[in-house]
């Protein structure tokens, strides 16, 4: 019995005990037989133990903690100095502490880390908290690959989305607006189908002109083609097949063009409506690709990411190219900020930190009209989770957690992040302020068409002019036809217009093209008569006497300088 007490005596934490009777009188080390300890003391000792609540209560009470912070992290920590030299942290991260100093009723000094860095480098914060300097980190670190192993993590406080802010550009970086209502990969195949439909209309024509007969007619690839680009651009066609499958083929393609169009004209309102304004910058390798420049905060997760992981590869090489550097950034520091911003390089920073920024820049801003010069990108490009950060083998998570979890669960976190922030949002991308007009850049398109259709016609006559002069044409040897009905009346077109070679006639009617069949491939070259009209006239009049005794002509002829005209009657 009396072993049984010194345990309970060495173990209590309440000693000495209370209502210890008059009847022991031998100290309790002193060992006496079990017998006699029965007639000695009749009463038990009263010790209470101190259950796990209590323990976590009062582990920390009348403990000094060393909590480092970053100094220039407004507003979620920040460092003053008192005239006595001691450092007073405030934001956000000290609000939280001291709602942990009255619940356990420790007291802290707060250090400052010599570089602002999250790296595992002499003088950091994460040094720090490796060699023990420190008990605690109380800031908003990002939860950062490969410092699992050396540090532990507290509870996850909110979430930070990176953003870029950069120089609110003229114009929107849709582009044109005539190519706006399509993605790049719509227009291509668009542009393949106007290409491959021509030549699939003429193999199926031909192809059923082979199989069921000659009796079908077949259109050539150019007239297919030129009947492609017609419905395209919602123009008539006088092209008739005489075929079911040719119809079918027709009326789909009919039909493809009207649903087309229809989606065109249906988005190009809306665009030209709605006004959407959009930034060059939706990812981050349009950073890199650009050759865009930018700064970031030295000591923040972009700097940790860039240098040690490979989220933000591109950034890496954008880096390597001198395009991008990390320095100190301070939110008080408006006038530097800006003159790096004015001049085109990006800040990439967390969105929230951004947030205050822009609120600072507004209300320095007196004149209206020099507002909202500047706007973030809508898409973040990096996403980290937020926590305190303590040493690999520290007591103090288990005893944080629980109450920084109710601050996240509750929103008091989100809220004290918000609070000094308007609810609008500060200069949004879509301003609104003026209704939308057409830029000479949403007409660029229409410019590139004429520009590119005048160049190609100019070409084309070039190479017809090229082809005149150097001879390079085909000609019709019309001796090697002396029966031909209409002989008479081509030599009268040549000894009025000249030798005849690739001339084209309309396709509305195939007779036609078969009656004409010896003057369906004819160009006129200049003839040396000096009156035209003179020759015309005694070339008819002699065709009129040979033929008379021949049937009457099936071509009507018409008089004048312009060029002759053949109908069939």
């Known amino acids: 019995m009396a072993l049984t007490n010194t345990l309970l005596l060495a173990l209590c934490a309440n000693w000495p005990p209370l209502n210890i009777t ?8 002193k060992w006496i037989s079990e017998h006699k300890a029965k007639y000695i003391n009749s009463s038990e000792y009263q010790c209470d133990l101190k259950n796990n609540f209590q323990i976590q209560y009062e582990i920390l009470r009348g403990k000094r903690l060393k909590i480092a912070t970053f100094p220039n992290s407004k507003p979620l920590s920040w460092v003053t100095k008192e005239i006595n030299g001691s450092l007073i942290g405030h934001g956000i991260a000290f609000e939280i502490v001291e709602t942990l100093r009255q619940r356990y009723g420790f007291t802290y000094d707060v250090v400052v880390p010599t570089r602002e860095t999250l790296l595992n480098e002499n003088g950091s914060i994460i040094y720090m908290l490796v060699n023990g300097e420190v008990d605690m980190a109380a800031a908003f670190i990002p939860v950062l690959p490969g410092l699992d192993d050396i540090v532990k993590w507290g509870i996850e406080l909110t979430q930070f989305q990176y953003v870029v802010l950069m120089k ?16 790049m990969e719509v227009w291509f195949l668009i542009l393949m189908s106007l290409i491959a439909v021509g030549p699939i209309i003429y193999g199926i024509m031909m192809l059923r002109h082979k199989l069921c007969g ?21 123009q008539g066609s006088s092209l008739n097949p005489d075929t079911d499958s040719a119809r079918l083929i027709f009326a789909t393609w009919w ?43 030295e000591g923040s997760a972009v700097e940790y990411i860039v240098k040690v992981d490979n989220d933000l590869k591109p950034l890496r090489q954008s880096m390597f190219e001198g395009n991008g550097q990390f320095m100190v950034i301070n939110i008080d520091e408006i006038d530097t900020i800006l003159k790096y911003i004015s001049s085109g390089t990006l ?39 937020m926590s305190f950060v303590y040493p690999k083998h520290s007591i103090l998570p288990p005893l944080f957690n629980p109450i920084m979890l109710s601050y996240m669960e509750s929103g008091i976190v989100r809220h004290l992040q918000t609070k000094d922030l308007p609810e609008a949002v500060i200069c949004p991308l879509n301003l609104g302020s003026k209704e939308r007009q057409l830029r000479n850049s949403d007409l660029f398109t229409t410019y590139a068409v004429v520009v590119c259709g005048f160049s190609m016609a100019a070409a084309v ?29 081509v030599r009268c077109e040549i000894a009025v217009f ?18 004409a069949a010896s003057a369906t491939h004819f160009v006129f070259h200049g003839s040396s008569s000096s009156s035209p009209s003179r020759s015309f006239v005694n070339a008819r009049s002699k065709i009129a006497s040979d033929s008379s005794s021949s049937s009457s002509s099936p071509f009507l002829w018409l008089e004048g300088k312009s060029s002759l005209r053949r109908f069939h009657y």
């Open 168 to 183: 609110r550009p003229k114009e929107s970086a849709t582009g044109s607006g005539l190519l706006a209502p399509f993605e």
């Open 461 to 489: 006559f070039t190479l017809e002019l090229l082809s005149r002069r150097t001879g390079w044409f085909a000609t019709t040897d019309l001796s090697s036809r002396p029966h031909d009905p209409h002989s008479g009346v």
């Open 214 to 234: 000659h009796e079908s007619g077949v259109y050539p690839i150019p007239t297919c083609i030129w009947f492609v680009y017609g419905a395209l651009m919602k």
């Open 255 to 297: 039909i493809f063009i009207m649903i087309l169009t229809s989606f065109y004209t249906a988005n190009l309102t809306a665009f030209l409506t709605l006004s959407k304004f959009t930034l060059p910058i939706k990812r981050i390798e349009d950073i890199a690709s650009n050759e865009y420049r930018w700064i970031s905060s």
């Open 22 to 29: 008059e009847t022991t009188l031998l100290p309790p080390w």
């Open 498 to 515: 000249g030798k005849p070679s690739k001339t084209m006639y309309p396709f509305s009617h195939r007779h036609n093209v078969m009656n």
């Open 347 to 385: 800040l990439l920073h967390d969105k929230n930190w951004l947030n205050f920024l822009m609120l600072h820049i507004e209300r320095s801003i007196t004149d209206d009209k020099e507002r909202c010069r500047y706007v973030l990108t809508t898409d973040p490009y990096l996403t980290r989770s």
